[in-house]
């Protein structure tokens, strides 16, 4: 499976930012669609996480009430809505996916948050 992220750039505090990542594959033979985001000099680390089908989402503390993952099966598409960003906000932000095949990472988008 190939990901294609898009979506990143600069924003001011406070604004939002919606990335977007398609897969090559239809989303509805993926098990989980993920988002991860790494800054400089730190570990990479889950942001956001959910099955395609059933169950809750999962939302790093940091995150939470700013940012939503979600799919359109349709677009076949999915997305990471971030609101209310903050400078420490910014890092490169990857989409992943878990699929029967394997597991599959997109390159990476700069989010960057200017205070």
């Known amino acids: 499976v190939q990901l294609q992220a898009s979506g990143g750039g600069l924003v001011q505090a406070g604004g939002s930012l919606r990335l977007s990542c398609a897969p090559s594959?239809?989303?509805?033979?993926?098990?989980?669609v993920a988002w991860y985001r790494q800054a400089p000099g730190k570990e990479r680390e889950r942001v956001a996480a959910m099955p395609t089908v059933g169950r809750q989402s999962y939302y790093a503390d940091s995150v939470k009430g700013r940012f939503t993952i979600s799919t359109d099966n349709a677009k076949n598409t999915l997305y990471l809505q971030m609101s209310s960003l903050k400078p420490e906000d910014t890092a490169v932000y990857y989409c992943r996916v878990v699929a029967a095949g394997g597991d599959y990472w997109g390159q990476g988008t700069q989010v960057t948050v200017s205070s």
């Open positions: 594959e239809s989303i509805s033979s993926i098990n989980i």
